[in-house]
């Protein structure tokens, strides 16, 4: 069966309702297809009156790339004209949202496209534009323009049991390069990325919430966040029947902090300077971090070594056991027992004996022994939270530089988000 190669070439470049004018394929450059819609009727949308065909004026969009080449789709628009001289009308230009949404200088098959490549893939938007031969900015358009579709989608929250909270930061700005924060609020069960909003204070996190409504509020069980006080400030706020679970991970964290405190003090008291590569507390650092029960033999000699050595009043080897206790914390799993076992180990950790690090580290567990206790019960953490810092991180370095936090916030739910791909083929861009 042989096929008219008109009809061939429209095959080809697969548009609805269209037929190809003319190919310029050219030595260098993009390939320029020329199509007109087939439409040859039209009618005044304010009078009904049959309209006039006034002129064809040339618009060019960017295309996938054909033939390992960029490409360009040269619309031929037509423009309409009201024959009445009393109808407010006037004139207006065709639209046809299968060739290309209304404002946007891309093709609508390219847009989904370019959509899923930076928000799936998590390409870069330099990438892309490299890839079909436009500007940046013609990229990042039809992202925001199909991806905010995708990201506000209702049925992509749904009911959320178990909620996180967590602060990552967004850009340096500035002269001095400020540090820009941001919130992200996750569905630790499911480990999907909610929303971002801005800082990383109460108010943007209570403003979400109360735009979710008192009864999607109030079906959040569990609600999981660090040792922070603004976060615990929403919770407190916005969702009061939520169990508050502090994250281990923090706590013990704090604890080593707290350790490492209590080591650089002692090394300058004792030796007047800041640590050596041949000072004891200094060689001792990554040792004192390590958990206990991964210590060998040889480390744990090479250890109290070193703080016979470096530590004469024994102050670096208590905060070394507090920080084990601590880690104790989560080695039984007895709810009942857990408040109990928190409040009094808070109470020991503040003895007139501990260092003051030490003190501030037990006055810290006695004022959030009952989020700490909690995760016996729960055993939820913000542990999907970090996780989905660390997918952020990778669309950081796909857009390093950017600033704008709608685009950071679009980007990062597109790859974080778990959105419904599958309306991607049902989006128009608005």
């Known amino acids: 069966m042989e096929l008219d190669p008109t009809r061939m070439c429209a095959l080809l470049v697969g548009l609805p309702d269209v037929f190809i004018v ?19 009727v039209a009618f005044c949308a304010g009078c009904g009156s049959r309209a006039w065909s006034k002129d064809r004026p040339v618009v060019e969009l960017v295309d996938l790339a054909c033939f390992g080449r960029p490409a360009r789709l040269v619309w031929r628009k037509r423009r309409w004209r009201c024959p009445n001289s009393w109808c407010r009308v006037g004139s207006w230009t065709e639209d046809a949202p299968g060739i290309a949404p209304a404002r946007l200088a891309m093709t609508d098959r390219a847009g989904r496209w370019v959509t899923a490549q930076v928000g799936r893939c998590a390409r870069s938007v330099n990438e892309i534009a490299v890839e079909l ?19 506000d989608d209702p049925a992509r929250i749904g009911e959320v049991t178990a909620l996180g909270l967590d602060e990552v930061l967004f850009a ?25 909003v801005p800082g990383r204070n109460a108010a943007g996190p209570s403003a979400w919430l109360a735009e979710r409504g008192e009864a999607w509020c109030d079906r959040v069980e569990w609600a ?28 013990v964290k704090l604890a080593n902090q707290k350790l490492d405190e ?23 650092r990554r040792l004192l971090t390590k958990a206990d029960e991964r210590l060998d033999d040889r480390g744990r000699t090479k250890l109290m070594g070193l703080l016979e050595a470096g530590d004469p009043r024994g102050e670096v080897r208590m905060a070394w056991h507090a920080k084990e206790v601590v880690r104790g914390l989560y080695e039984h799993h007895d709810p009942d027992l857990a408040l109990e076992f928190v409040t009094r180990l808070g109470a020991d950790l503040q003895h007139d004996a501990c260092p003051p690090e030490v003190r501030q580290l037990g006055r810290t567990i006695v004022r959030w022994r009952t989020q700490i206790a909690a995760w016996h019960q729960a055993h939820v953490s913000n542990g999907p939270t970090e996780a989905v810092n660390n997918l952020l991180k990778r669309v950081k370095r796909a857009a390093f530089g950017f600033t704008s936090f709608r685009n950071y916030r679009i980007r990062t739910l597109l790859y974080a988000g778990k959105p419904n791909w599958d309306l991607l083929a049902t989006i128009t861009p608005r």
């Open 22 to 40: 003319a190919v310029d394929a050219g030595l260098t450059g993009p390939i320029r297809v020329h199509v007109e819609t087939t439409a040859t």
């Open 133 to 151: 031969g436009c500007d940046w900015h013609t990229i990042n358009d039809a992202v925001i323009a199909y991806g905010t579709a995708l990201v």
């Open 172 to 196: 340096r700005l500035g002269r001095w390069r400020t540090q820009h924060w941001s919130t992200q609020l996750v569905d630790v069960r499911r480990g999907q990325l909610l929303d971002v």
């Open 224 to 251: 999981t966040l660090d040792l922070s006080g603004p976060y615990r400030r929403v919770f407190d706020t916005m969702t009061p029947t939520a169990i508050q679970v502090a994250d281990p991970f923090h706590l």
């Open 262 to 284: 209590v080591r650089r003090r002692v090394q300058n008291e004792t030796l007047g300077h800041r640590g050596h590569k041949n000072d004891p507390l200094y060689r001792s």
